[in-house]
Antibody, heavy 117, light 110 residues
Framework: EVQMVESGGGLVQPGRSLRLSCAAS????????MHWVRQAPGKGLEWVSS????????GYADSVKGRFTISRDNAKNSLYLQMNSLRAEDTAFYYC??????????WGKGTTVTVSS | QSALTQPASVSGSPGQSITISCTGT?????????VSWYQQHPGKAPKLMIY???KRPSGVSNRFSGSKSANTASLTISGLQPEDEADYYC??????????FGGGTKLTVL
């Protein structure tokens, strides 16, 4: 069964950093690009970042560019999101998502990030 | 990276058909056949329902169909069932090599 399990979320003060992790299983991880997608409380989905299978190509939403860094470790079947200079508006549920061509075919259950003093 | 435009809500009775629109620009919806649709029940992760405008993943009911005309994509659900009540989001690949979602549509089955 294809599965992604996110971890690393929590409560953090504005301006601080947090690193999310995603453990993937059930598929050949290094065959696929991956995404992070977030959802603020009561709001819609927002694409955050993506990374190619070999880490050569990365992309970011304007709202996080320069503050967030996506990375992966194919040997560990893991995806990461380093989030720096966090703001209140980064408060959201963060989903790790497996990519398939130009769509997102399997979603993790997510992890909550709350930015508050 | 402006969000795609979806109606905030739609409703229908069991057995009826409904259509949810998703309007973008020539830089996203209109420029690529890479529109996908996701269903999200409360407290759950989104689920892929349609990809590449009109393709259904294995296991998704054929009551769900997708189409596109110019800058507007549509999701049609026929033979509405109570379990179809959920939020629906469209998404498109963009010319900036990013992805964009719609604001979401709440479907109520009356």
């Amino acid at each position: 069964e294809v599965q992604m399990v996110e971890s690393g979320g929590g409560l953090v003060q504005p301006g601080r950093s947090l690193r999310l992790s995603c453990a993937a299983s059930g598929f050949t991880f290094d065959d696929y690009a991956m995404h992070w997608v977030r959802q603020a409380p009561g709001k819609g989905l927002e694409w955050v970042s993506s990374i190619s299978w070999n880490s050569v190509i990365t992309g970011y939403a304007d709202s996080v560019k320069g503050r967030f860094t996506i990375s992966r470790d194919n040997a560990k079947n893991s995806l990461y999101l380093q989030m720096n200079s966090l703001r209140a508006e980064d408060t959201a549920f963060y989903y790790c998502v497996k990519a398939r061509d130009y769509y997102m075919d399997v979603w993790g259950k997510g992890t909550t990030v709350t930015v508050s003093s | 990276q402006s969000a795609l435009t979806q109606p905030a809500s739609v409703s229908g009775s069991p057995g009826q058909s409904i259509t949810i629109s998703c309007t973008g620009t020539s830089s996203d919806v209109g420029g690529y056949n890479y529109v996908s649709w996701y269903q999200q029940h409360p407290g759950k992760a989104p689920k892929l329902m349609i990809y590449d405008v009109n393709k259904r993943p294995s296991g998704v009911s054929n009551r769900f169909s997708g189409s596109k005309s110019a800058n507007t994509a549509s999701l049609t659900i026929s033979g509405l069932q109570p379990e179809d009540e959920a939020d629906y989001y469209c998404s498109s690949y963009t010319s900036s090599t990013t992805w964009v979602f719609g604001g979401g549509t709440k479907l109520t089955v009356l």
